[in-house]
């Protein structure tokens, strides 16, 4: 039927869905027989799974493997020592954002710094509270008895005394840790304890304390008798 447009012209023709789908089947076929029979640049590469070259390229081929003999011979890969030239010494050349603990000024920068400042002080706090087993009062007392050495470890020291206050020497405690990943202010003797003391109720991990009790049916030394005095002092 003929389709009129509001110009006054008339619409091509539309083939039915059938018929479209016919003539592309027919199509397909056509251009596979073609390839197939060798009437086409590309029949080689389709019976030969190649990649298709057409002209000139298809030419510097074909004379690049005759004078090869038939086989292409692949070239060798430059050296280690070669190739030092051209590495750069950078792991990661290309360019990327610098995280934020990078970035002086902003809250991870402050808190990684911190973190480093509680392992350079750890070696002088862990010996105080694993062997010692000093309180923080006790453990502030230490650190700022030998607070002129200890200032430039930290990273932001105080303008005057005291160096060390209980409040630093607590957070110093909870962000540094010992050699099993424990945090050192687990390791803290309560204030209200006395050290060593036989039966207290120390919080784990922290060890108990006995007193030495000398095993049963043992007999205390009898004591030592006086030694006796020369003649001469016993005479007068």
């Known amino acids: 039927q003929a389709i009129w447009l509001t ?15 016919a003539v592309t089947a027919l199509t397909a076929a056509a251009a596979g027989l073609v390839a197939l029979l060798g009437w086409g640049p590309s029949a080689p590469s389709f019976v030969l799974g190649q990649a298709p070259a057409f ?96 200032r430039h470890l930290l990273y932001k020291p105080r303008k005057g005394l005291p160096v060390f206050t209980e409040h630093k020497v607590r957070r110093l405690c909870r962000r ?26 120390y919080p784990p991990p922290m060890k108990d304390f006995y007193a030495e009790v000398p095993p049963l049916g043992q007999s205390l030394p009898a004591a030592e008798e006086p030694a006796a005095l020369p003649e001469a002092d016993a005479e007068e």
């Open 7 to 21: 110009s006054g012209r008339m619409a091509p023709p539309v083939l039915p869905a059938r018929r479209r789908g």
């Open 55 to 150: 002209g000139r390229d298809a030419v510097v081929a074909r004379r690049a493997e005759e004078e090869a003999g038939g086989t292409v011979v692949m070239e060798a890969p430059p050296s280690d020592e070669e190739l030092e030239g051209f590495v750069s010494e950078d792991p990661r050349p290309v360019r990327r954002i610098r995280p934020k603990r990078e970035r002086r000024g902003t809250l991870c920068y402050a808190r990684r710094e911190l973190n480093e400042e509680a392992e350079r002080l750890r070696p002088y706090i862990e010996p105080l509270l694993m062997e010692k087993h000093l309180s923080i009062k006790e453990v502030t007392f230490v650190l700022n008895r030998q607070g002129r050495e200890l």
């Open 176 to 201: 540094a840790k010992n050699e099993k990943g424990n945090r050192l202010i687990k390791y803290v003797r309560p204030q209200w304890l006395p050290p060593n003391a036989p039966g207290a109720p």
